[in-house]
Every structure is written in structure tokens, then in C-alpha cells.
């Protein structure tokens, strides 16, 4: 959490380069901190503590209202809260006290808090040519004791061993807050606003209604600045594999795989029209919106990205298995145009409630909604011929 453009997307690239996020990812050893980034970085890594493996989540702040109820499913499940500030920038510390403090205590967050100035080789710099306007390291220590923080720790983008320092001391606040959270009352969740007379959805699904498009347009729209990493030809053909039928009665390569690319875009796949099978995982992808050119796709493994919206492509023919885990979804979305699928897994993602979005979903036999935010369940999976339900790591 804090003020935009002070560098917690190079914080979080610099540690992301030096640790492996889950089992295929590519370990990024060309990272730079003026190299351009989006500007939502999402970040699952594996680590060990105490001898055990965990899988640890990193998220950046993301404001906007389009990010509003991802943020406070974000607060709420957090086991650890990193208020940073930029070290030579006095107003950016400011705003821990005067804005990111009292968000915690509004939204009576229970897990620990740790202060962290980044860009702190930018203010031994300035000590050299005598500007004094950086945040003394005495002011910032005075505030995490006055108001019980964890601790404060400062880094550098520029010198990775600070940056792991710090997500070292992180982490052992959050498996600290871990292991006593069950002893905790769980957080007050806001209900859904009740329907009023008249409407057919309701109004907290992700089903469109008007001005919708302002919440999610801007995040999806990508610039030619923002397209960093658009995918090629070469990279589709390197990645196709498994021969079978296609739509034409002829032989094509019916799956591609398209892993931790660190891809931006999909739009070049347009053309591969005959895909069945199509994995594009551990990637920073905003938008499927080219995949509703692929008409026949059955598979599809998106995990792992930046979506903040499960509809933000138009619906194959025949959709059989969907895979959203590790996104940014606030909301369960409308799934009632896949009529044929049979697996969909939306594992550790942001969702707060199971609305009517899989009502028509009557081929659906294993629905993974485990590590989300989700409080209580309501009577909209009682029509639905389940074999798998799960719901681990969540509120109830």
C-alpha cells in the first residue's frame, strides 16, 4: 500500500527476478528498475518457512474504483500489510498517516503492519549534494512505535539483497499472523446491496450493466507504450503441439502452450482459429479479449495473470475446463454462455461472494473457489450437479 508511482512495481519485479513464481515460471535475471513495468504488478512465489512450503501472494495496491472491492477482499485477507513510502519524497510518508493508516483501521484490519521506505539509495545520494528535504530514518522508527507496527526496513530496487531483506521480514510477520489469525474474529463483510423491484440481476454480479465499462475499460486497454511484451508468430509456433481434427475435417495442431512469456497481448493468435487447448499461464495479461476469435476452444488454462474480469472475452462454442486461479477477480462473473463447461477453477482470487453467475451451468461437476474471501454461502450452487466443491482457505 501507497502512494502511486513510488515504486512498489519495482519492488515487487526485483523480487519476482530473483525468486521463481511456482514450478514453470522463468527466473527473470534482467531485471532493471527503470525498465518499464505495468502498472498492477501480481506476484505468487513458493518459499519455504519453518521447513514447510508455502505459497505466498504479493499485491500491489491498485487504485481506481474499477479495483474497490478487489482492495478490500485484498485487505481483509491479507496476513501482512506493507505501507511503503518513497524515502526522498516527504509527502509520500505523509500519506501513511494521513490515507493508508486510517484505511486499515477503517476497514479494521487485524493483520500486522510493516513501514518500508523504497528508493532509500536516492536519499544517501541527495546526502551527498546536501539536499535535506529526504525522510530521516529517526521519523520514520518514531511512527511505527507510536502506532504499533511490526517494524521498518528501507530498500532499493538498485540492490536486490535489501529488497529480499525486507520481503524476508515480511514474511515472517504474515506466518506469524498465520498461525494465531483462527484465534481472530473474522472481519465484518459488507452484504451485497439487496435487488430492487424491477431488476433481473443483481447489481454486485459481474453481469453488464450501464456505465459498467468504466470500471473495467480503462484496465484492459492497452496502449502501444503499455504493450510491452505482445506475443509473435515465432513464440505461437514454437508452442504448438498435438496433432488432431479440426473444424475442416483436416489434421491441424490443435494445443499451444504459451507459458511465463510475460506476455502483454494475445492479439497474434486471432488467426489460429482451429485451437482446442490453450495455456497462457504465469503471464501479464490485462485481457483475453483475442481468444473469442478462437471459436473452437475447449481448454483454456489462464491462470496466474492480471484479469480483474472473467468476461472479458467472447465465449467459444464449447468451453469444457477454464482455469482463472491466481487473478484479480473481485467478482464470481457471469459463466451462464459457457453451457458446456465442466471444470472451472477461480482458486485464490478476490471473490467475496457465490452470486447467481453459474445458475445455468447445469454440465458443471468441479468448481474450485478455495483461497478466496468468501463468508458464507448462499443458495445459488443448490441447483447444480457438483461432484468437486472446493472451498478451502476462505472466510466461512
Avoid at 515487487?12 to 521463481?20: I, P, S, V
Avoid at 491441424?252 to 512469456?261: E, F, G, N, P, S
Wanted: contains cysteine; proline residues 5%; negative net charge.
Amino acid at each position: 500500500l501507497g502512494d502511486a508511482g513510488i515504486g512498489h512495481s519495482s519492488f515487487l519485479k526485483c523480487y519476482g527476478a530473483q525468486a521463481q513464481a511456482g514450478e514453470n515460471a522463468e527466473k527473470d535475471s534482467s531485471f532493471m528498475p527503470d525498465k518499464p513495468l505495468c502498472s498492477l504488478q501480481n506476484l505468487v512465489a513458493m518459499v519455504e518457512l519453518d521447513g514447510e512450503p508455502c505459497r505466498v501472494r504479493f499485491t500491489d495496491e491498485a487504485s481506481g474504483s474499477k479495483f474497490d472491492a478487489m482492495r478490500e477482499a485484498a485487505i481483509h485477507a491479507a496476513h501482512v500489510h506493507m505501507l511503503c513510502f518513497r524515502a526522498d519524497q516527504p509527502e509520500t510518508f505523509a500519506s501513511i498517516r494521513q490515507q493508508w493508516l486510517p484505511k486499515l483501521w477503517e476497514m479494521q484490519a487485524e493483520a500486522p503492519w510493516l513501514l518500508v521506505a523504497l528508493a532509500a539509495d536516492v536519499r544517501e545520494r541527495n546526502k551527498v549534494t546536501g539536499d535535506v528535504s529526504s525522510v530521516p530514518q529517526e521519523e520514520a522508527e518514531e511512527l511505527v512505535k507510536r502506532f504499533g507496527g511490526w517494524g521498518y526496513l528501507e530498500c532499493s530496487a538498485f540492490f536486490p539483497e535489501t529488497v529480499q531483506m525486507v520481503v524476508d521480514e515480511a514474511l515472517t510477520a504474515a506466518y506469524t499472523y498465520y498461525r494465531l489469525q483462527w484465534q481472530l474474529h473474522p472481519p465484518e463483510v459488507t452484504a451485497p446491496p439487496p435487488r430492487t423491484a424491477g431488476d433481473t440481476k443483481a447489481s454486485w454480479t459481474a453481469a453488464p450493466e450501464e456505465g459498467y465499462e468504466r470500471l473495467w475499460l480503462p484496465h484492459e486497454t492497452l496502449t502501444v507504450a503499455d504493450d510491452h511484451v505482445p506475443v509473435t508468430e515465432d513464440q505461437i509456433r514454437e508452442g504448438l503441439s498435438q496433432l488432431g481434427d479440426s473444424c475442416s475435417r483436416q489434421h491441424a495442431y490443435v494445443r499451444c502452450d504459451l507459458m511465463a512469456m510475460n506476455l502483454t497481448s494475445l492479439v497474434k493468435l486471432r488467426q489460429w482459429d482451429q485451437l482446442q487447448f490453450l495455456n497462457v499461464s504465469r503471464n501479464r495479461l490485462q485481457s483475453l479479449e483475442p481468444l473469442g476469435a478462437l471459436r473452437h476452444l475447449l481448454h483454456l488454462n489462464a491462470s496466474h495473470n492480471l484479469l480483474i474480469r472473467s468476461e472479458s472475452f467472447t465465449a467459444p462454442d464449447a468451453l469444457e475446463t477454464c482455469d482463472m486461479s491466481y487473478n484479480m477477480l473481485a467478482e464470481l462473473g457471469d459463466w451462464k454462455v459457457h453451457r458446456y463447461l465442466r471444470e472451472l477453477n477461480l482458486r485464490g482470487n478476490y471473490i467475496s461472494y457465490v452470486g447467481s453467475g453459474l445458475k445455468g451451468n447445469h454440465e458443471l461437476r468441479m468448481l474450485d473457489l478455495s483461497e478466496n474471501f468468501i463468508s458464507k454461502l448462499l443458495k445459488n450452487l443448490d441447483d447444480l450437479e457438483l461432484r468437486t466443491l472446493n472451498l478451502a482457505q476462505n472466510k466461512l
